[in-house]
C-alpha cells in the first residue's frame, strides 16, 4: 500500500493519479455543516488530517493521535475583575507575541470591536510604520461599505490605511480562483475579502494580524445564546413553538426554522448537531436524492459532534459549544480560509485570540461571564473598555458585510441555476431539481432566505469544474 501525503490535494492528485470521484458521505456532511470534516475530502480516497493532531506510520500501520489536550476545565474560582484583569494581561502579551516579526506587518480591520482593540494594542508596541487594510462590497447593505468606521480607527491611530470596493463582478470572476487555492467549497461567502485584503497588502507587508476567533471563544453569535437561554429558561419554549409561521418575516424564517429545530431535540449532543447544520433533517428528505439521503445516518451527524466531546469535558452546553467552534467552524472554515487564501497572495496571516494561552485561558471561563442579559461577549467588552472607546465596545456588530443574499437573486443566482439543470452538474445527481429551482425562486421572490444553502452548491458546483471534471487538472486555468 502507498501513502501519499501533501499540504495540497493538487499535488496528490497529480502524483497519485486518484480516481477523481466524489465522496457522497462527504457531500452529505457539506452541505450540513457547510464544510468537510476532518478526516474526510469530497474527493473519495483522500482524508485530511484533523487539526491538532499527527499521524505516525510504522510497519504499514497509520496511527492519529491528537496533540494538544482539548479537555476544558471550567474556572469558577474567579470574579468577573479577576477575568477583566487576567483577560487584558494576556491579550497584550499575545498581541506582542504575534507581532514578534523581522518583515513589515499590518492589520486587516474591520471598524469593530475584535480587530479594533488589537489595532490599538498593536499601535502601543509598533516599532515601524503600520498599515492598516480593509474592503466594502458594493451594493451593501450598509452604505457605507464597512469602510468608514475602518478608516476613522486607522487615522485615530496615524497608520496608512487601505482600502477597496468588491464589486459583483469581482467577486463572480474571482470565485474559481478562490475554490483553486481553497481546494474544497465552503458555506462561507463573505470568505473573499480575506484575499483582496492579502492581495492588497502584497509588497506592502508581509504579516497581517486579524481578529478571527474572539466570537467563536468569547460567545458571539446567535447559537451561542440560543443555547444559553434555553438551558435557563425552559418556559419559553412552549411559547415559541406556538408562533405562526405568517408572523415571521422572509428574511428571518430560515433562522426561525433552525430554532425550532434546536429546541425540539431530545438530548444535548442532538441540540448541539442541530445547531450546526443549516438544514434540518426532514428538509434533507425533500431536497437530497434517496442515495445521498441515506449516505449518512442521524447517529453519523451525531458521532461528527461527539468525537469532539469524547475527552471527559465539562461544562454546560454552551460552554461546550466554544470547543466545537474551535475544531470545526474555526479550524474547518475560518482559518483555513485564512492561511490558504492569505498564502496564495504571499501574506502570512495571525490571530492573536487563538494564541495557545491565550484561546486555552478564555475557553476555561464560566458562560455567565460570556453572555449577561443578552449581550455577546460580555466578559470580552469589558476588557476592551480600557482599549477602545466604548462607542467600538458597544457599536453593532458588522464585519464584512457581503451582498451575496442579493446577487443571488441577480447574475450569481441565474448562473447557479444554469449549472443546476446542465447536464453537467454534479450537485443535480445527488438533489431534486425541482425542490432546488423552487428554493431558488423563493429567495428569488423574497418569500424565504436560502442563501447559505444555494451558495454553498454554487461552491461545490465550482469546486467540482476544477477538481473533478477539468480533463487536465494540472494545466487548469482560472481568470
Keep these: 500500500e502507498k501513502i501519499v501525503f ?94 514578534m516579526s523581522d518583515v513589515p506587518i499590518g492589520i486587516s480591520l474591520s471598524g469593530g470591536l475584535d480587530s479594533g482593540a488589537l489595532f490599538a494594542i498593536m499601535s502601543k508596541y509598533k516599532e515601524n510604520e503600520m498599515h492598516a487594510f480593509t474592503v466594502g462590497f458594493e451594493g451593501g447593505k450598509l452604505k457605507d461599505n464597512e469602510i468608514s468606521r475602518a478608516k476613522d480607527t486607522a487615522l485615530k491611530y496615524g497608520v496608512k490605511f487601505h482600502s477597496r470596493i468588491i464589486t459583483s463582478k469581482d467577486y463572480s470572476k474571482f470565485l474559481e480562483k478562490y475554490l483553486w487555492h481553497l481546494e474544497e467549497p465552503l458555506g462561507n461567502e463573505s470568505a473573499v475579502a480575506v484575499y483582496f485584503i492579502a492581495d492588497m497588502a502584497t509588497g506592502i507587508v508581509k504579516v497581517l494580524l486579524n481578529g478571527q476567533g474572539a466570537d467563536e471563544i468569547f460567545g458571539g453569535y446567535n447559537r451561542h445564546k440560543i443555547a444559553y437561554y434555553f438551558e435557563k429558561y425552559h418556559s419559553i419554549i412552549p411559547i415559541l413553538k406556538s408562533v405562526p409561521q405568517f408572523l415571521i418575516p422572509a428574511d428571518k424564517k430560515n433562522k426561525f426554522q433552525i430554532l425550532l429545530n434546536y429546541i425540539n431535540q431530545k438530548n444535548e ?29 442521524k447517529k453519523n451527524y451525531l458521532e461528527e459532534v461527539q468525537k469532539i466531546l469524547d475527552h471527559e469535558t465539562e461544562g454546560n452546553t454552551v460552554e461546550k459549544m466554544f470547543l466545537i467552534d474551535m475544531f470545526t467552524s474555526l479550524s474547518e472554515n475560518l482559518l483555513l480560509v485564512q492561511d490558504k487564501l492569505g498564502m496564495a497572495a504571499g501574506i502570512e496571516t495571525r490571530v492573536p485570540y487563538l494564541d495557545i494561552e491565550y484561546a486555552s485561558l478564555a475557553l476555561c471561563i464560566p458562560s455567565r461571564y460570556k453572555i449577561n442579559w443578552f449581550k455577546n461577549k460580555y466578559i470580552h467588552k469589558k476588557v476592551c473598555e480600557s482599549i477602545v472607546s466604548k462607542d467600538i465596545v458597544h457599536q453593532r456588530k458588522i464585519g464584512f458585510q457581503d451582498p451575496v443574499e442579493i446577487w443571488l437573486k441577480e447574475s450569481l443566482g441565474e448562473q447557479l441555476m444554469d449549472i443546476i439543470l446542465s447536464s453537467d452538474s454534479i450537485t443535480a445527481n445527488y438533489l431534486k431539481k425541482s425542490k432546488v429551482e423552487k428554493m431558488f425562486n423563493e429567495h428569488k421572490n423574497g418569500q424565504y432566505d436560502h442563501k447559505r444553502f444555494l451558495y454553498l452548491l454554487l461552491s461545490i458546483e465550482k469546486w467540482a469544474k476544477i477538481f473533478l471534471k477539468s480533463d487536465s487538472f494540472s494545466n487548469f486555468t482560472v481568470n
Excluded at 488530517?49 to 491528537?66: F, G, M, Q, R, W
Excluded at 442532538?270 to 449518512?296: C, G, M, N, R, W
Design 269 to 297: 449532543i442532538e441540540k448541539l448537531t442541530s445547531a450546526y447544520s443549516i438544514i434540518p433533517d426532514q428538509e434533507k428528505k425533500l431536497i437530497f436524492s434517496e442515495k445521498l439521503f441515506h449516505s449518512v445516518s
Design 6 to 99: 501533501a499540504s495540497e490535494i493538487k499535488s496528490i492528485l497529480h502524483y497519485s493519479k486518484t480516481e477523481r470521484e466524489i465522496n457522497l458521505r462527504t457531500l452529505n456532511l457539506c452541505l450540513t455543516f457547510r464544510h468537510t470534516p476532518s478526516p474526510y475530502t469530497l474527493i473519495k480516497g483522500i482524508e485530511k488530517l484533523p487539526p491538532a493532531h499527527y499521524l505516525v506510520i510504522n510497519d504499514s500501520k497509520k496511527v492519529i493521535n491528537p496533540y494538544w489536550n482539548r479537555n476544558i476545565n471550567i474556572d469558577h474560582s474567579k470574579s468577573e475583575d479577576d477575568w477583566i484583569r487576567i483577560l487584558k494581561e494576556k491579550l497584550h502579551s499575545s498581541v506582542k507575541r504575534q507581532m
